[in-house]
């Protein structure tokens, strides 16, 4: 004799649960669902600093993404690119809204990695710190190189 059984709730949505990462963060007291135009400017901005310290920064994005379970929400590349393009100061700024969901991810991932680079963003104030005691310019390297 062969039975089965199902072990999903008959009241259960189909509907993927969140992350346990994302489950615990509190949800911010605004009207919309939607994150207002400076949040979605500063995670931006966030991001591309990630990206300028880190070597491959969209890449470990996309696997923080998958590490912490957010590949749900951060799926691929291109999803990346449509969730960052809601910053209104983007050159191809498109008009869709980022989801409180979307920012939440995109703010845990960035927290990660920076957490990672600690240490490396520790070390770059110190050698700033130390060329402005000793009078010492900024240089763009690429006018030292002659690029």
Known sequence: ????????????????????????LPDP????K????????QIDLILLAIEALELGGSEAILAFAQELDLKGIVKDRVNLWRMRSSNPLRRAHMRRPLTIMEAKALVVIACHIARRLTVLIHQLLMICQ?????QIPFVDISLVAGG
């Open 29 to 32: 007291a605004i009207a919309s």
């Open 34 to 41: 939607t994150c207002p135009r400076r949040t979605r400017l």
């Open 1 to 24: 004799m062969n039975v089965s059984a199902s072990l999903t709730p008959f009241n259960s949505s189909t509907q993927e649960s969140l992350p346990m990462v994302l489950d615990t």
């Open 130 to 134: 130390q060329m402005e005691e000793k």
